[in-house]
């Protein structure tokens, strides 16, 4: 496709996004507590550097509701310009971090954590800003928030409350009754709302820009702070921008069959995004996923229409600021509440839920929403952790009597001592003097678990059974009889439950006739190896 044909489906979609990014950018501002025009700044130097540099051409930059909560506690530690200059850092550090090609080392953090992390951050905006569209003012903590919200519902707000409802109600139903790209929910519901509002010559509070924006900037100072109170700011927006703008990326190149995102270029992008806009007094800039998809499917074909929206911003700004300011921010924050609640996305909470993750989800959003990004971060990644431990210490233990006198136990997984206990209840079980066949199909075996079987068997023979081990891909018990186990796990090429972490697969039992892999070890004797006792089926 020729240069020219692409640039004709660039302008419109530029246009799509610049009516999106808009009051978006104004709702984050407000919702961090920045100054508005922080909010517009970063969005033009989103689209213009971040745009110009991207390593994924098809993705929107500009302020993200997903920082709001850390810009919020930066700006109350800080203050504004103290808050610019760690952005300015923090997007040096992500240069830093694209230079070294460490960009796709940030998307080693759990998936389910991130997620996690976004739906905290949105209970928090949601509860916040749903204070301000019933015309009252958010407290300071979620919790704070959501105890006052009965007595803010409660009180008469007056012309507050029908201006935020109406924009709610338009953002949930407009995509439904409307399918042009051309007037995105986001623009029809504010606009509504303003003309609403000035149609009945409503006294609410409405945005406030400078006069002359140029002259109204903010230039970073570095706070007067220690720079161990400073640095895990910087780190926080680096590395929270850094992961949400690199998956972002991913979740766009799965959207169009253009070129590939090159994450490491991304990421340097974006670092110079941040530094760009923190030095002009702006939000942090990530990739933002809403206007990267509205982008998309408005057709977009290169990065001309990433780099258009941020010219049309600015030049907005500069000559439209009047019309800007008859926006109602009781209109604003109801745009905020939806966004909020819309990362707390229900098809990855059945996803995760189908994944048995999802313990690992609510802990990580809970724990932001109720304490701090940090705290429930690290709550979220301690959790995923330990759930990551469990199942690969897991072993599934099926017993069956498929023949009279004969029983059948089949174990899979990783038999390793903390399943000693379990699997010599299932064992003891079994009724006595009848002929057991034990199906061993294990990813590892440890030196607890092989003796716990080699008791057993010991004690059953003893009791006038006979017992039978079979083990399948394996020569774990070879190798427990030669002390040769703890020397890494097996490297057999079929299925197990080390390749399989999420549970997708049903690794189960199978019988072993006429396979080439398995091992029939018809005793296992104390003191005696068990290795000379080994014929191959």
């Known amino acids: 496709m020729s240069a020219l044909a692409s ?3 660039d302008i ?41 540099l991207s390593g994924a051409p098809l993705q929107v930059s500009g302020p993200a509701a997903g920082l709001t909560v850390i810009v919020a506690g930066t700006i109350a530690e800080f203050g504004f310009a103290g808050t610019a200059a760690i952005v300015t850092v923090a997007g040096l550090l992500q240069i830093v971090l694209g230079i070294t090609r460490l960009g796709r ?41 959501l105890r006052d919200l009965p007595g803010q519902v409660a009180d008469h707000h007056g012309v507050s409350v029908l201006l ?44 406030n820009l400078p006069a002359n924006p140029l002259s109204a900037l903010t230039f970073p100072r570095w706070p007067d702070s220690p720079a161990w109170e400073v640095f895990p700011a910087v780190v926080t927006i680096a590395l929270v921008a850094s992961v949400e703008s690199l998956l972002s990326a991913v979740a766009v190149d799965r959207m169009h069959d253009g070129p590939r995102a090159n994450l490491d270029r991304e990421l340097i992008a974006q670092g110079a995004a941040n530094a760009v806009s923190g030095t002009l007094g702006g939000l942090p800039v990530t990739g933002v996923i809403v206007r990267s998809s509205a982008n998309v499917a408005a057709g977009a074909r290169t990065r001309a229409s990433t780099i258009l929206h941020g010219v049309w911003i600015a030049g907005f700004v500069m000559a439209g600021a009047v019309l800007l300011e008859m926006i109602p ?25 189908r994944h048995r993750e999802l313990p690992v989800y609510v802990v990580t959003a809970v724990g932001v929403a109720a304490t701090d990004l940090l705290i429930g971060v690290g709550l979220g990644m301690a959790t995923a952790a330990l759930f990551m431990l469990w199942r690969l210490a897991r072993c599934e233990i099926h017993v069956s009597d498929p023949n009279p006198g004969a029983w059948l136990v089949s174990i899979t997984g990783t038999l390793a001592f903390v399943a000693c206990g379990r699997l010599t209840r299932r064992l003891a079980a079994l009724p006595p003097g009848q002929h057991v066949s034990v199906e ?25 059974g006979s017992v039978r081990v079979s083990e399948v891909h394996g020569s774990w018990l070879d190798r427990a009889g030669t002390d040769g186990l703890g020397t890494g796990k097996r490297t057999s090429p079929c299925v197990t439950r080390g390749d399989d972490p999420l549970g997708i697969l049903d690794v189960g039992a199978s019988s072993h006739e006429g396979h080439p892999d398995v091992r029939e070890v018809e005793s296992i004797k104390p003191g ?4 000379r006792r080994v014929r191959r089926g």
Not at 118 to 143: E, N, R, T
Not at 168 to 191: E, G, Q
Not at 339 to 350: E, H, K, N, P, T
Not at 443 to 457: F, N, P, S, V
């Open 329 to 353: 921010m009781a209109a604003l924050a109801a745009v905020l509440v939806v966004v909020g609640l819309r990362l707390v996305s229900l098809a990855q909470i059945r996803t995760y839920a």
């Open 105 to 145: 080392a940030a998307l080693a953090l759990s998936p389910t954590v991130v997620h996690g992390m976004l739906a905290g951050i949105g209970l928090v905006i949601a509860l916040s800003q749903v204070h301000v569209a019933l015309g009252g003012a958010p407290q300071s903590s979620a919790w704070a928030n």
């Open 12 to 52: 419109p979609s530029s246009i799509v996004v610049f009516l999106i990014a808009i009051p978006l950018s104004l709702g984050i501002a407000a919702a961090s507590g920045a100054p508005l025009l922080a909010g517009l700044i970063a969005a033009v130097v989103g689209g213009m550097v971040a745009g110009t």
């Open 528 to 531: 005696r190896d068990p290795s």
């Open 440 to 464: 061993l199909h294990l990813d590892y075996l440890d030196h607890g678990a092989y003796e716990t079987i080699r008791d057993w068997q010991a004690s059953y023979t003893r009791s006038g």
């Open 164 to 207: 935020g409802l109406l924009t709610i109600a338009l953002l949930l139903v407009w995509s439904r009754l409307v399918k042009t790209t051309m007037l995105p929910a986001t623009l029809v519901a504010v606009v509504v709302a303003t003309v609403v509002a000035t149609v009945l010559d409503a006294d609410v509070e409405r945005v």
């Open 7 to 9: 640039f004709r489906h």
